[in-house]
Structures are given as C-alpha cells and as structure tokens.
C-alpha cells in the first residue's frame, strides 16, 4: 500500500477509535453502538480497492480490539472489519468515482448488518454469547440505523479527503508539463505570447498616435527618417 494511504488513513482510523469509544460508547444507547470505525473503513475502502480495504481494516480493528476497554479476544474485530474493507473495496468501480451515492449507501448497509453477524459469528465460535442475551434482530436494526444516521456525515467526507491524496502533487506537475508539451503549451509557447502580446501593443500605440498627430520619441538608430517620415504623413 502507498506511503500517502498510509499517513492519510492511520490518523484517521485513530481519530474515529477514540471518538467512538470516549463518546459514542458512553451514549448507552439501546441496541448496538455506532460503528464510525466502521465507516472510516468503508470510506477508504470505496476509494482505494479491496486490497487497501482490507489491510486498512485489518489494522483497524485489531488497534480496536487492543484498545481498552475492549473485553473480547483479540482479532475478533480485525477479522470482521478485513472482510468488510475487503467486500466494500470490490463495489469500487473502474474510473475510481461513484456516479451516484446509492452503491455507497447500499455498502454502509450492507456493512452494518454483515459486521453484526460476523462479530456475532466469531463470537459464538470463540464461547462469546453477548448477542443472545441482548437479541440479534435488535442488534443488527440499531447497528443498521445508527450507521446509516452517522454515515453521511462521516463516508463522503473520508472518501473526499482519500480522493485527494490520490495525486500526487509532484506528479500532477510533471504530468501536466507532458500534456502541455503534447498539446503545444509549454515554456517557449508561452513565451511567444508574451511577445507576440507585446508586439500588438507597440503597433495599436503607433496607430494612436498617427491618428492623434502626436509624434513619439524614436530610436537613436532611425531617428532622422523616422521624424522626416511622420512629417511627411503628418502634412498630408
């Protein structure tokens, strides 16, 4: 994975791990709690592929399942969210941008439910049974609401900063001087208007002052020929 990923998803990962447990889990809603861990992945991974999806979600959940007060085996969560980075990667399309925000909508669904029944799934392999005390049916309608309530205003805007470290500033120059230098637009064309521009100038000034009578100072070169010149233009 890139370096840019990299530095752009970590302290985002790290942001919404300690907002969801220093805020959103002291909420005690009913139900579930909002996963806006799960939406920074989902995010990222809508705009980097199932590749970086999965391994920004792996990452992500097991900083979460090693972060206090986390009391469920370790890399139970970081499975779950690697599945989910990965299936949501696999919805980004060719061009890298979604036409509509109906696919991402449909992902963060998706996500909320399939992140309830993984969790809940690995859980009872692993003897966990939190999810029948509590009732799945409630679990994956609270999950699926409150992720749908925080995701607008969490995946567009993950998904607009990722797009952005995308390019990279660099490239974007040196690819822009290919271009440029393909279609005709570089340094010495650039230049050439420049004089080209300075040339219209000098002939529109010359033209204002035949019309007006007013006989600029020449060149020392031409300056005999030149007066006589704008005389002889001047008298008739």
């Not at 992902?107 to 029944?117: D, F, P, Q």
């Not at 029948?132 to 805007?157: C, E, I, K």
Request: hydrophobic share 50%; aromatic share 4%; with cysteine.
């Amino acid at each position: 994975m890139r370096i840019n990923r990299i530095l752009l998803a970590t302290p985002l990962v790290v942001v919404a791990l300690i907002i969801q447990v220093s805020i959103l889990a002291r909420l005690h809603l009913p139900g579930a709690v909002p996963d806006l861990l799960m939406l920074v992945v989902v995010g990222l991974a809508l705009v980097y592929g199932h590749v970086g999806g999965s391994l920004i979600g792996f990452g992500a959940g097991l900083l979460a399942d090693l972060a206090p007060p986390a009391d469920h085996a370790i890399g139970r969560y970081a499975l779950v969210l690697c599945v989910i980075g990965y299936a949501a990667g696999l919805t980004r399309p060719d061009g890298g941008q979604h036409r509509s925000a109906t696919l991402p909508l449909v992902v963060v669904i998706g996500a909320a439910i399939g992140s309830t029944l993984l969790y809940a799934g690995v859980g009872s392999l692993v003897g966990d049974t939190a999810a029948r005390h509590v009732g799945l049916v409630g679990l994956l309608l609270s999950a699926t609401l409150y992720d749908l309530l925080l995701a607008p205003f969490t995946v567009p805007l993950v998904m607009a900063v990722a797009r952005r470290t995308e390019h990279d500033p660099l490239a974007t120059d040196s690819g822009g001087g290919a271009v440029a230098g393909r279609h005709g637009w570089g340094s010495g064309d650039a230049g050439s208007w420049l004089t080209t521009g300075t040339g219209l100038k000098s002939s529109r000034n010359a033209m204002k002052a035949l019309r007006t009578g007013r006989v600029p100072k020449p060149a020392r070169g031409g300056r005999t020929k030149g007066v006589k010149g704008l005389k002889g233009v001047k008298r008739l």
